[in-house]
C-alpha cells in the first residue's frame, strides 16, 4: 500500500465573514453611541457581546482546516473539543469550483465537493487561496485513488427521470 501524502492543507479565509464581522461591529458601535447619549456606564458592558461574537466566529474558521491528500479529505473542526470527518476519495463522485466576483478579487475561490460517502456527501470548502489549484489536485488524486483501488463511481438513473438507459 503507498504512504499517504499530504497535497494541501488550509482553512476558510476570514474574508468570507466580512459581512458578519461588520454587523457585530455594527452592533458595537450602536451599544457605544447609545451608552453615550443615555449616560449609562453600565451599558458599556454590552459591548462585550460583540466582542464574544467576533471572537468566536474567528475562532470557528481558524479552528476548521481542511486537508487534502493522497487517499482522503480531512475537516477537522471544533474550538475546545474537535471533531475529524474523513472523505475517502475513491468516493467523490464531482467538484465544482465558484469564484464570486468580491473572493475572486482577493484570489481565493470556494470548491464544492459531491461524494456517494454517507456521513459527507457534500462538502464545501469556501474561501481558499488557488482554489483552482486545489480542484486539480483534488481531480488528479480521485482518480488516481480510483485506479489503485481499481473503482468507479457508477450512478444510476432514478426511474421516471427521462435519463436514457431505462
Known sequence: MPEETSLWKGCTSQLVY???YL???????GVFVAGILLALPLLFAALVLPLIGVLWRYLVTRTTTYELTTQRL?????????????LELYRVKDSTLEQPFLLRVFGLGNVMIISSDATMPDVFIYGIPGAFEVREKLRVAVESERDRK???EV??????????GQ
Open 18 to 20: 466580512f459581512w458578519t
Open 74 to 86: 480531512r475537516k477537522t473542526s471544533g474550538i475546545f473539543s474537535k471533531t475529524l470527518d474523513e
Open 23 to 29: 454587523i457585530w461591529i455594527v452592533v458595537a458601535g
Open 150 to 152: 481499481r473503482v468507479r
Open 155 to 164: 450512478d444510476f438513473a432514478e426511474e421516471g427521470s427521462g435519463h436514457p
